[in-house]
């Protein structure tokens, strides 16, 4: 299981951390991601970085949030965080974290096999 939390509501240029817990599962073997869902639209993964097996560190951002975000895990607490800065109204969403029994981090939705139950973000301007 995945538990997010940590969303709100924030004004442009503030900041927000998100936080996922995981329970049942050998977090340090999964690749973890968050994914993001705004209304109207597919979700996207804006995030992801890999298991512990995969030798070294692969970490992926989307253009959009490169230099903004910054996704760690903390492998002894089954934790995952997205540290959100410089928010623009077009982050607002619902946002995901997930995790994937693949180490190598995916990009795309159907790679993951366990999903925390989104939390909303809204940037106002």
């Known amino acids: 299981q995945l538990q997010a939390c940590g969303g709100g509501l924030v004004q442009t240029g503030e900041s927000l951390k998100l936080s996922c817990a995981a329970s049942?599962?050998?977090?340090?073997?999964?690749?973890i991601g968050w994914f993001r869902q705004a209304p109207g639209l597919e979700r996207e993964g804006i995030s992801c970085?890999?298991?512990?097996?995969?030798?070294?560190?692969?970490?992926y951002y989307r253009d959009s949030v490169k230099a903004r975000f910054t996704i760690s895990r903390d492998n002894p607490k089954n934790m995952l965080y997205l540290q959100m800065n410089s928010l623009k109204p077009e982050d607002t969403a619902v946002y995901y974290c997930?995790?994937?029994?693949?180490?190598?981090?995916?990009?795309?939705?159907?790679?993951?096999?366990?999903w925390g139950q989104g939390t909303q973000v809204t940037v106002s301007s």
């Open positions: 970085v890999n298991g512990i097996s995969w030798r070294g560190d692969r970490t």
């Open positions: 997930a995790a994937s029994r693949f180490a190598i981090p995916s990009r795309q939705a159907p790679d993951y096999n366990y």
């Open positions: 049942g599962f050998t977090f340090d073997d999964y690749s």
